[in-house]
């Protein structure tokens, strides 16, 4: 049982919007469109990614991750958003709110994705700015960390531009595309401008 859990399990995830994107928890509906965006994508999500399984793009798969995020969310652990384009409801990416930890904590770990095609547009800006006050305001959490690659130089201004400082460097900190690799650290406080 989580300490100062904020979100009651019978809540259905609200939608966040922000500056023309729609962030709303994945459902089996988007299994196709988000095969289809990640396949064209590979090439640009793996060297920063962790290995993908070999039946990744698979509809028993995309099931599976569906019921782990369902699970996730009713046990306060984590919060997963598909990133849609609000003028024409296309997937762009999405975002993530895991390792979510309470009592005097109060702290959860950013991770996104963007499609290649809409990389560099904006898209992943508008999605961090909006789900910022979702975290601190709804979620209550007082701390929302970061890792990046230093080499992720697109990921690097993206946590910049959104408000977050960086706090260190993690050796050998995630396993990525097969590797163990370094990672620059950053978070952003509730109570930071």
């Not at 939608?15 to 064209?40: F, H, K, Y």
């Amino acid at each position: 049982m989580a300490f100062f859990r904020t979100v009651s399990l019978s809540d259905p995830m609200p939608a966040v919007t922000g500056n023309g994107i729609v962030l709303r928890a994945p459902q089996m509906s988007d299994c196709a469109e988000w095969a289809a965006l990640r396949e064209a994508s590979r090439d640009f999500l793996t060297p920063w990614e962790p290995t993908w399984p070999a039946d990744d793009l698979t509809r028993a798969s995309f099931r599976r991750r569906i019921k782990r995020y369902a699970e996730d969310q009713r046990g306060d652990l984590a919060y997963a958003f598909f990133i849609f384009r609000e003028h024409d409801d296309v997937l762009l990416g999405g975002l993530t709110l895991a390792n979510i930890r309470r009592g005097c904590a109060q702290a959860g770990s950013l991770g996104y994705w963007m499609g290649a095609a809409y990389a560099r547009q904006g898209h992943m800006t508008a999605a961090v700015n909006a789900i910022v006050p979702f975290a601190f305001g709804t979620l209550k959490l007082h701390r929302i960390e970061a890792a990046c690659i230093p080499a992720n130089v697109a990921s690097i201004r993206l946590l910049e531009k959104t408000g977050f400082k960086r706090e260190g460097f993690a050796r050998q900190y995630l396993c990525i595309d097969g590797v163990w690799q370094d990672h620059l650290l950053f978070a952003r406080l509730k109570d930071d401008l």
